[in-house]
């Protein structure tokens, strides 16, 4: 019988995140500028970032050292197991072989605090006293809450109003761990009353949560601003998930064939990916897709420019697929992927067809998360059901042309936090939106020109 959960034992752990940048075919457009228009430098986004953060923001080394600190405080829940999803292949009648890597294994049940930790470190180090964070689903500003905790930060959460109303219990989980949590659109941020004087009933966005968190932290000497996900130096963090993932499939006897990975900001996709980017390029024959919703398809519907990344444009511009930076998402449950850009790296990729991305309605995601909690136990994060839905398609496809590949996909989260959307599915009261194309039109139309 072969063994369906593949361990890493500690020692094995990487000691290094993997840097794409060196390595990717073609660079990545230099971060705008939003007042002048000129590519960033790093005292530009000094206010708001640590130096340490700032460097691997930019670097061209292609392994950057894992601190023995983190790695004694990954060990919390790293490695991760790989996981053979056998009784969801049973239940497909596929040939295929399916397997998981469950970043559910955190405190905060995603792999959002691999990044947490490694920002608050930093953070730490330079004797910064709080940190200040948006958080869409809720999975990110309670990693941040978990990582100032050790770290004896402060941690202030922007919590998307959407989300802040749909999972009190994510509120809970961040206060726990001493994080102080508001509904955004606050009252506290010009970038929030502004938001309210249009709209007293905004339903937020992580673009207008950035705005606030990015204000607060410019507005206050001792504190800076953490992301979860879109910039390079997150990527970084997270590719220690598909660093182990590689080890685990050698031990298992396995390639890859499909790699697959839901996309919100990037940075769970892009850490699982990425490292597998050398093999793609040499030519081995390996699909790697992003999934996101079809309310929200900023892949799939969205053109490849830059833009900023909030509302309240203080962020540096980015080039990426974006859906324009005032779109404000229409309020489907996966919280998580509700942003109007994707991560650079991800963003150059997909554009170079490297990577590729597709984007499902939420019945049909929650149609596989079911599928996927009955067979193998677990409940997913409506984010990681776009992933899993893919997978299971995937699958299907293979019964029907008979081929036996390798399917591997990010398992991002557990949703027990998120039962409220599956009693919603249960009852038969989740509505499909796809966007419609004059709602992209009208968001792209105020898409900054920028000619480098
Ligand atoms: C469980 C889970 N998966 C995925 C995501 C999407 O983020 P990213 O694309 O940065 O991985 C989120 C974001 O909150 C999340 O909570």
Same mark, same amino acid.
């Given at each position: ?256 064939? &499909?790699?697959?990975?839901?996309? %919100?900001? $990037? ?9 597998? #980017? /050398?093999? +793609? =390029? ?124 390798? &399917?591997?996909?990010?398992?991002? %989260?557990? $949703? ?9 599915? #249960? /009852?038969? +009261? =989740? ?22």
């Amino acid at each position: 019988m072969e063994e369906v959960k593949i361990y890493l034992s500690e020692k094995e752990m990487p000691r290094e995140w993997y840097n794409v940048l060196p390595d990717l075919p073609e660079p990545l457009s230099p971060p705008i500028h939003p007042g002048t228009g000129k590519p960033v430098g790093p005292e530009d986004l000094a206010p708001i970032f640590p130096m340490e953060l700032i460097k691997q923001e930019v670097s061209q080394e292609r392994w950057i050292g894992i601190p023995d600190e983190l790695i004694d405080i990954y060990k919390m829940w790293r490695p991760s197991p790989l996981q053979r999803a056998i009784h969801l292949e049973r239940f497909l009648k596929t040939p295929a072989r399916i397997y998981f890597k469950n970043e559910s294994v955190s405190a905060a049940g995603s792999h959002k605090p691999n990044t947490a930790v490694a920002q608050a470190y930093y953070n730490k180090k330079a004797g910064v006293k709080r940190l200040a964070t948006e958080t869409g689903a809720g999975q990110w500003g309670s990693a941040l809450s978990f990582a100032c905790n050790l770290f004896g930060l402060e941690c202030t959460v922007y919590m998307v109003k959407v989300s802040y109303e749909q999972k009190p219990y994510r509120k809970f989980l961040m206060q726990t761990w001493g994080g102080k949590v508001y509904s955004s659109p606050t009252n506290l941020t010009n970038a929030g009353k502004a938001v309210l004087k249009k709209d007293p009933n905004s339903p937020g966005s992580l673009g207008i949560a950035i705005s606030e968190a990015v204000e607060d932290a410019a507005a206050h000497e001792d504190t800076k601003y953490a992301l979860g996900s879109v910039l390079n130096h997150v990527v970084l963090h997270q590719t220690i998930v598909g660093l182990e993932t590689q080890k685990q499939l050698k031990i298992a006897g396995e390639q890859a064939d &499909i790699l697959i990975g839901c996309v %919100g900001g $990037g940075s769970n996709f892009g850490g699982f990916a990425v490292p597998f #980017l /050398s093999e +793609k =390029l040499k030519g081995r024959d390996i699909k790697i897709i992003g999934v996101e919703p079809t309310s929200c398809p900023t892949l799939t519907k969205g053109p490849f420019r830059y833009d900023f990344g909030d509302i309240a444009k203080m962020t540096p511009l980015l080039m990426m697929y974006t859906l324009g930076h005032s779109f404000v998402p229409p309020a489907i449950h996966a919280g998580g992927l509700r942003y109007h850009g994707a991560a650079p790296i991800v963003s150059n990729l997909v554009n170079q067809k490297i990577f590729e991305a597709v984007a499902y309605p939420q019945n049909s995601v929650f149609e596989a998360a079911i599928m996927f909690a009955k067979t193998e136990g677990i409940i997913p994060a409506p984010e990681t059901a776009h992933a899993i839905r893919c997978a299971i398609d995937e699958a299907i496809k293979c019964r029907e042309t008979k081929e036996e590949k390798c &399917i591997v996909f990010n398992f991002s %989260g557990h $949703g027990h936090f998120d039962m409220v959307s599956y009693d919603k599915y #249960l /009852s038969g +009261k =989740l509505e499909d939106y796809v966007l419609p194309e004059d709602k992209i039109k009208e968001a792209l139309s105020e898409l900054p020109d920028i000619k480098i």
